[in-house]
Nanobody, 116 residues
């Protein structure tokens, strides 16, 4: 019932910026908790940032002050604005949604590569 499609990844130099988007198809977007996760080669998937239906946000310590998560409920889209990118931000970034009835859903991921 829920499909998530990420876009906006790519190759960027250290210090640069990218904006990721997650397009949500299905019901109940505005009341779903949304998040961005990432997984680097050889590492576990980790939470980068999350946003509730009401707009409350949380960030991993490693990205605080550099990344900003937001959502546009009428457009059913979530964003991750990434600035001052570092080599260690290189990873596949995944969109995630959670709802008590719809369960947990994942996108297919988008690659972000930061060159040093």
């Amino acid at each position: 019932q829920v499909q998530l499609v990420e876009s906006g990844g790519g190759l960027v130099q250290a210090g640069g910026s990218l904006r990721l988007s997650c397009a949500y198809s299905g019901p109940l977007f505005s009341v779903s908790a949304m998040g961005w996760y990432r997984q680097a080669p050889g590492k576990q998937r980790e939470l980068v940032a999350s946003i509730t239906g009401g707009g409350a946000t949380d960030y991993a310590d490693s990205v605080k002050g550099r990344f900003s998560i937001s959502r546009d409920n009428p457009k059913k889209t979530m964003y991750l604005q990434m600035s001052t990118l570092k080599f260690e931000d290189t990873a596949v970034y995944y969109c995630n949604s959670k709802h008590s009835i719809l369960g947990e859903n994942w996108g297919q991921g988008t690659q972000v590569t930061v060159s040093s």
